[in-house]
């Protein structure tokens, strides 16, 4: 009796082991058919945007929105060097996030998939209304609407950074526009910054003399309208944000200061000069230091943006109450 009881025992729990063998493969089976599909959907992407991508100045260009953002980066010059880093980041917050990936929650999503269908018109009128930039919007937003319809919102949550980010590749040669008045702006608040710090200066439309003769006379050009380091500013502080900073609000708070922060490290770079000048003259000024004084830009920037990004983090409530405890302990 015993015997048979024990028999059937281990029936029971070889039919328990290989129902879960069963569901583990069907599993992986569901898995891997899901890889092969996102690959080939990842395949097809490429095709389409490589291939069937722009219709502005194909002679030129080609057909392809990704050669065309390649070709607009060179164009741009160094006003978008930066541009080729950006998948590089996004790439490296994947790997960073890939644990919480792969543990995430997968099931498909109706919403991703109106996303995906969403995306694709977007793609189809940038094309016929021969804006590329559009049609490179539309494979950002493709990027990541596919993982939101094969793997749910968990996912796609996780993913929204790296693929939004991937929108700085997007060569934004439009702000051009932006130059003239920036130009005014920076060479007006040098001006009045010198005349703080006790050198005479007047500013002439974008052009800043020495009114004490013989110090500095000098152009604040395009190129140092500061709408250089305003870009690559602003996808800098974005990772900063993201990386540093605990809640949505003060992620934003962080990123939106890249602007001032951009335009207050260029007023720094023209004051600099202006003093380069009146210290060692005019030609060092223009020359030597008008190469490298870029540099100038970035540091003071990044330094405001490191600075007020700790500042974002302090518990203004919480140190206030050790320093009231302090002083009561003291006392």
């Given at each position: ?33 899901k890889?092969?599909?996102?690959s ?14 722009n ?38 917050v994947?790997w960073?996030?890939?644990?919480e ?5 997968k ?19 940038g094309?016929?209304?021969q ?12 990027i ?30 439009f ?9 005014m702006?920076?060479?007006?608040s ?84 202006a ?5 060692f ?32 983090n302090?518990?203004f ?13 003291h006392?």
């Amino acid at each position: 009796m015993l015997q048979v009881e024990g028999e059937k025992g281990m029936e029971s729990v070889e039919t328990r082991i290989w129902s879960e063998r069963w569901r583990l493969a069907a599993l992986s089976q569901a898995e891997l058919i899901k890889i092969g599909l996102a690959s080939a959907v990842i395949g097809l992407l490429f095709f389409v945007f490589n291939f069937q991508g722009n219709t502005l100045e194909t002679h030129v260009f080609g057909r392809s929105s990704l050669w065309w953002m390649w070709k607009v980066w060179e164009y741009m010059g160094g006003d978008f060097s930066h541009g080729p880093l950006i998948p590089c980041v996004s790439a490296i917050v994947l790997w960073i996030k890939r644990n919480e990936l792969i543990a995430a929650p997968k099931s498909t999503s109706s919403i991703g998939l109106a996303l995906v269908i969403t995306a694709l018109l977007m793609h189809w009128v940038g094309l016929r209304a021969q804006q590329t930039r559009l049609s490179l919007m539309a494979l950002g937003l493709l990027i990541w609407a596919v993982p939101f319809y094969l793997y749910g919102w968990r996912v796609a949550k996780l993913l929204i950074f790296p693929c939004a980010y991937l929108l700085f590749c997007i060569p934004m040669n439009f702000l051009d526009s932006l130059t003239f008045p920036l130009r005014m702006f920076a060479a007006t608040s040098s001006t009045l910054i010198l005349n703080g710090l006790g050198i005479e200066a007047e500013q002439v439309g974008s052009a800043i003399y020495s009114t004490a003769g013989g110090g500095f006379n000098f152009d604040v050009a395009d190129p140092c309208s500061g709408i250089r380091s305003l870009l690559a500013m602003t996808a800098l502080t974005a990772v900063y944000a993201y990386f540093t900073q605990k809640t949505l609000l003060k992620k934003w708070i962080l990123f939106l200061s890249s602007i001032p922060l951009a335009i207050i490290g260029n007023m720094a770079r023209i004051v600099t000069i202006a003093l380069v000048a009146e210290a060692f003259g005019e030609k060092i000024a223009l020359t030597l230091y008008h190469d490298y004084s870029g540099y100038v830009v970035f540091a003071v920037a990044i330094g405001f943006m490191v600075a007020l990004g700790s500042l974002m983090n302090i518990n203004f409530r919480e140190e206030w109450r050790a320093w009231k405890l302090a002083n009561l302990n003291h006392t």
